[in-house]
């Protein structure tokens, strides 16, 4: 690694002149005074690399945030970005709109599951989830079902942070520090079984019926069926560590909700925009929902960008039910259907429909499979997880420290030029599908020898400070900075 110059005078700035002062930012899902300890930062990023503020190519194993799906840096979304904004940077979007709107929305219909052709743009994954709920409810209020008022989640599901998505979703940390959430929500059973099927390549094969129909026994006899206006889920769970659905389970949830008259949600935040080797997973498992949920991949990142697309009878009876010259949805946000995000996410279709990054994704897939499951017998490992181009590794928890081992395992690839994500025990694995086999091989060996290495250093290993020593120094240096600026002011 290299190291950094640092000034000789205490009252001069570092010369590592991209180092903002650190502490007025304060950072979402981020232990923030471990990261200002360390800052880990990027400068640029093309292709499939990160630059950091030490000039060290750090291969992107996350796609981002799951969200980079085409690579960093694409001209063909800068280009089209930059002229939108020379052109309309902004267009109000209430009661007005602009004519990239529509061609957004008919371009993300074409590229929809069949009969999803109805498009409502938000600004983010967690605006699309609260709103697909609010559809929902608004659904069968106006066709004369206002008791279908109820909302059924699952256990681990993540969708999104607004106070919808946190009540449906069932990461518990997520929720405990924000009070009372919505009343009439329920949660299914998670998908998870490591005890029957650890190391299962791609889908396990057994339990999905059973797990399904559980959701008619429980939920629906607690709750009466008549009462639920939808089922919120996530085809693969993401945030929570890659859980996987078995086989016939999303298909018998279908027949459930079709049987009582009960809405399907798929969240595709994640899974949408060929992560799994087809366009969203409702193609991969041949489910079409009444509503789906995207985000992230639809602008490549770029530009912050949602949608919830639904199903064309769901949309005419909003139009059939509600008052001439009336608002039949009242709902909506100020940066819906941006004409930038528009522009970013034409871009990204284009990029899509170009290079067939969904058939690339899933001609690498079994690759990325064999490179994941190299690392069953290695330290730490528990379980092994995988379909298309996504993978989780649960480690094994070490009692009284959650999440230590992968976060020591997080930091020593990043030490190692390899940017994996951690989410408490489990790391998780998304590269942006343009990533090569050799990358492909280099990430998961680079787990490898970082879980190797951990295990060999012992409790030694799972001491932050031992790693991204530059970090460390600049924050120190940071921190020196601004205690002489406080001393200059208070003596001038």
Known sequence: MNTPTLASSSTEESTVSDLPNLDHYWLPFTANRQFKSMPRLFNAAKGNYYTTIDDRRLLDGTAGLW???????????????????RTLDYAPAFQNSHPLAFEAAERLAQYMPPGLDRIFFTGSGSESADTALKIALAYHRVTGNPLRNKLIGRERGYHGVNFGGIAVGGIAGNRKAFGNSLAGIDHIRHTLDIGRNAFTRGLPQDGGIALADEFEQRITTLHDPATIAALIVEPMQGSAGVLLPPVGYLKRLREICDKHGILLIFDEVITGFGRLGTKFAADYFGVVPDI?????????????????????????????????????????????????????????????????????????????????????????????????????IELEPIPGKPGAAAFAAYLKCYEMGVLVRYTGDILAISPPLTIEKDEITRIFSTIGEALTTLAAEGEAGLDPTRYLKNEQQWAAHQQEIQQQHLILEHTA
């Open 292 to 392: 789906l949920t995207c985000a992230k991949a639809l602008t490549n990142g770029a530009v912050p960008m949602g949608a919830v697309a639904v199903k064309r009878d769901i949309y005419d009876a909003f139009m059939a039910n509600s008052p001439a010259g009336g608002i039949e949805l009242p709902h909506g946000y100020t940066y819906s259907a941006h004409p930038v995000a528009c522009a970013a996410a034409l871009a990204t279709l284009d990029i899509f429909a170009s290079e067939k990054l969904e058939d690339r994704a899933a001609g690498l897939s079994a690759h990325f499979e064999e490179a994941a499951h190299s690392l069953k017998g290695l330290p730490f490992v528990k379980d092994i997880r995988n379909i298309g181009l996504v993978a989780g």
């Open 67 to 85: 969200c980079v799906a085409a690579g960093h840096g694409r001209e063909e979304i800068a280009s089209s970005v930059a002229n939108q904004l």
